[in-house]
């Protein structure tokens, strides 16, 4: 039975990857490498240490680890400041409605998110109080595709991964709920998220209705 829902943040709540493409795009710049949309797409889902590497990679670029860390805590300089505008009428059409529908029927709700600014975005929002446990980029070391954010999510739920379904719009989110024995709602494109166990278009489309007449022998 369905007693957890488990939502990723980017994206699925809200969509920041247009200021994590500005903020990107801003130290690429600055580094003369190459950086577009499609490199973007790359990114989500996946760390900030891992962003970056792809990026560098897309560039053909090495360089030694603290000169790494140095550039992606720039980035993430400019990409916190740029959260300072996020209000409380940022959540993606429908996320609001569904979080607060989970709350007032009774069900336990996560955060697995690999983001290390997941509180300050939900503060921005004024979400905090939908969430029964956070899981952000700070509490698991594997991130997306490891299953460990989910894992850690249920865990202090006091809930089995068969028990929870995961919400998602990165492939390597759906693949790490996946590997976690988690059920999954992928949120985007068939090309992205395809391998789910349910996919809808948008979050609107995502009501609780329409959840569970999908894993109808589960509620
Ligand atoms: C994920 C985003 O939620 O968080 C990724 O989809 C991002 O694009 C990752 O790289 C890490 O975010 P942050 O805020 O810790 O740099
Ligand atoms: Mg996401």
């Known amino acids: 039975m369905i007693k957890g829902f488990i939502f990723d943040l980017d994206g699925v709540i809200t969509d920041t990857a247009e200021l994590h493409y500005d903020a990107w795009k ?5 580094m003369g490498w190459e950086f577009d949309r499609e490199v973007n797409e790359k990114l989500r889902g996946i760390s900030r240490m891992d962003s970056i590497k792809v ?4 560039n053909g670029v090495s360089l030694n680890e603290d000169t790494i860390v140095e550039l992606a805590t720039k980035k993430n ?6 959260l300072d505008d996020m209000t409380q009428e940022d959540y993606l059409p ?11 029927e009774g069900f336990s709700v996560a955060l697995g998110s690999a983001s290390k600014n997941a509180n300050k975005v939900l503060k921005q929002l004024n979400a905090i109080h939908f969430f ?36 998602e719009d990165a492939e390597k989110g759906i693949d790490a709920a996946k590997a976690g024995n ?38």
Do not use: Q, W
């Open 55 to 58: 990026i560098m990679d897309h």
């Open 77 to 82: 300089d400019i990409y916190v400041n740029s």
């Open 26 to 30: 801003k130290l690429a710049d600055e």
């Open 132 to 167: 029964d446990v956070i899981g952000d980029g700070n509490s698991v070391t594997n991130s997306k595709p490891a299953p460990d954010i989910f894992l850690f999510a249920s865990e202090k739920l006091g809930l089995r991964p068969e028990n929870c379904i995961v919400f």
């Open 182 to 219: 988690f059920h999954s709602v992928g949120i985007g494109p068939e090309e992205r998220v395809g391998h789910a166990d349910i996919r809808f278009d948008t979050m609107k489309e995502a009501t609780l209705f329409a959840v569970k007449s999908h894993f109808k022998d589960l509620f």
């Open 94 to 104: 429908g996320a609001r409605e569904l979080l607060t529908h989970l709350r007032s």
